[in-house]
């Protein structure tokens, strides 16, 4: 139902969902900016909970491969799917840098460096090693520790 304010100039609208009265333009969904009947903010909402559902409701792997398509698109790289698990079992469930029990899985050559996600390029790391690394190359990495390369 569509309200008039300041004398029936300013259209506004109630939101099914919270009930509040709003702008008619918040009711405005989509690219083609078709009439909703819920506010712009509930539906980012209802569309963020649907998001959380859905990636929880997945197995590890299969978000993990969603998720690493998406930065690889993002940095323009080439991704190849891949199963987080076999790396790590491939492995033992030990850090490629210092031994210790796996958590995460590291690109050896980031993929902001131009590192591609494919299995060729991921060692299981600890959180400790993973995070210290970031973004870093493996020599890049090393002179943190006051490592010189021998070249």
Not at 25 to 35: E, H, I, Q, V
Not at 61 to 70: G, I, S
């Amino acid at each position: 139902m569509v309200l008039y304010s300041d004398g029936g100039r300013s259209p506004v609208k109630k939101c099914r969902l919270c009930g509040r009265v709003k702008p008619a333009s918040d009711f405005l969904a989509g690219k083609a900016k078709k009439p909703s009947s819920a506010c712009s903010a509930c539906r980012k909402r209802r569309a963020a909970e649907h998001r959380r559902r859905y990636y929880a409701s997945l197995s590890t792997d299969k978000r993990h491969t969603l998720t690493q398509r998406r930065r690889a698109e993002e940095y323009g790289v080439e991704h190849k799917p891949y199963s987080r698990l076999e790396i790590l079992i491939r492995w033992k469930n030990r850090c490629a840098y210092c031994g210790d029990l796996a958590q995460h899985l590291d690109h050896v050559v980031p993929l902001s460096k131009g590192g591609t996600d494919t299995e060729d390029n991921m060692v299981p790391a600890c959180a400790q090693c993973n995070l210290s690394k970031g973004a870093k190359t493996l020599a890049e990495w090393a002179e943190t520790f006051g490592y010189v390369p021998p070249f």
